[in-house]
């Protein structure tokens, strides 16, 4: 299988729309953490970004987690692999705040 893998302490950085509320983000999040090589998932309703990251070892499925998020009824904007941790993604998100 084919997988865009991230390294350790990289995420996927997803930008969605058509989150508007905090049961779209849980929603959203409880299927990605469903997920068997997630490790971690962050939603920021505020700036539409949800962030994705691989347990060690792992490698995430960029087309199986924007199918997850499609499903859920949202639309795909963006995804780009980025150079942090979903903790550090969520520090600077409410550094911002």
């Known amino acids: 299988m084919p997988f865009h893998a991230a390294l350790a302490g990289e995420a996927l950085?997803?930008?969605v729309n058509g989150?508007?509320?905090a049961f779209c983000a849980q929603g959203i999040e409880k299927g990605l953490s469903a997920m068997p090589a997630t490790k971690a998932v962050?939603?920021?309703l505020k700036?539409?970004?949800?962030a994705v990251e691989a347990k060690d070892g792992h490698a995430l499925d960029r087309k199986a987690i924007a199918a997850e998020i499609v499903d859920a009824?949202?639309?795909?904007?963006r995804m780009e692999t980025v150079p942090q941790s979903v903790a550090d993604i969520q520090a600077a998100t409410r550094a911002q705040k």
Do not use: L, P, S
């Open 47 to 50: 700036h539409k970004v949800v």
């Open 73 to 77: 009824g949202y639309d795909v904007v």
């Open 19 to 21: 989150m508007v509320c």
């Open 42 to 44: 962050f939603v920021d």
């Open 13 to 15: 950085k997803v930008t």
